[in-house]
């Protein structure tokens, strides 16, 4: 069975603070990907990852940066966290092969005030 | 700028009718959708996926694709309260793996 998970379901953090969203898959998957979900936009794609130590921007990657050393890891990295950064976070991973489906971690709704 | 479009709704259907979700893509060059749903305040769940034109079908659900039309349909038969959700279309637009997700349609089923 597919399982990602995230740390945190619900995070409230302070504006100007350094905010680290972790993402763990157990399917030895190559790729994983970070989104943002926002009403009215739906899902953002802000970095993904090929393999370890590969990252590429997605379309909104300003304001973040990313780290995967390990393979079953992807962390977002919100270097100075900005009320316009309040949002739903959703890790994803993809199954390897030529199916291209995508597996969502449960998100993390972070608020910052 | 690739885009993929879906109507958001909201689709009201009595419980037990046939629930219609459709989406259109604008990358000729596509070649795998996806369907996920997604519960309020949770995050999405894929559904259904497909890669030929035609219709796939898995239990209640029915996908439907149409590259020439540039088209990607969802149908939900005897639709369930349980049904009621976001639908996000997603497709595969390049030789990367990024999907692009439709901004989704809201159905409530109606008991």
């Known amino acids: 069975d597919v399982k990602v998970t995230q740390s945190s379901r619900y995070l409230v953090k302070r504006t100007g603070e350094k905010v680290f969203l972790e993402c763990v898959q157990d399917?030895?998957?190559?790729?994983m990907f970070w989104y943002r979900q926002d009403p009215g936009l739906g899902l953002r794609l802000i970095y993904f990852?090929?393999?370890?130590?590969?990252?590429e921007k997605g379309d909104i990657p300003e304001g973040y940066s990313v780290s995967r050393e390990k393979k079953e890891r992807f962390s977002l990295i919100l270097e100075s966290a900005s009320t316009n950064q309040t949002s739903m976070y959703l890790c994803?991973?993809?199954?390897?092969?030529?199916?291209?489906?995508?597996?969502f971690g449960p998100g993390t709704r972070l608020t910052v005030t | 700028q690739k885009e993929v479009e879906q109507n958001s709704g909201p689709l009201s259907v009595p419980e037990g009718a046939i629930a219609s979700l459709n989406c259109t893509y604008s990358?000729?060059?596509?070649?795998?959708f996806f369907w996920y749903r997604q519960y309020s305040g949770k995050s999405p769940e894929l559904i259904m996926s497909?890669?030929?034109?035609g219709d796939k079908e898995d239990g209640r659900f029915t996908a439907q694709l149409n590259k020439a039309s540039q088209y990607v349909s969802l149908l939900i038969r005897d639709s369930q309260p349980s049904d009621s959700a976001t639908y996000l279309c997603?497709?595969?637009?390049?030789?990367?793996?990024?999907?692009?997700f439709g901004s989704g349609t809201r159905l409530l089923v109606r008991p």
């Open positions: 994803a991973s993809r199954r390897p092969g030529q199916s291209y489906e995508q597996y």
């Open positions: 399917m030895d998957h190559e790729n």
């Open positions: 990852s090929y393999d370890v130590k590969m990252k």
């Open positions: 990358d000729r060059g596509s070649q795998s």
């Open positions: 497909i890669y030929s034109n």
């Open positions: 997603a497709v595969k637009v390049d030789s990367s793996y990024k999907l692009i």
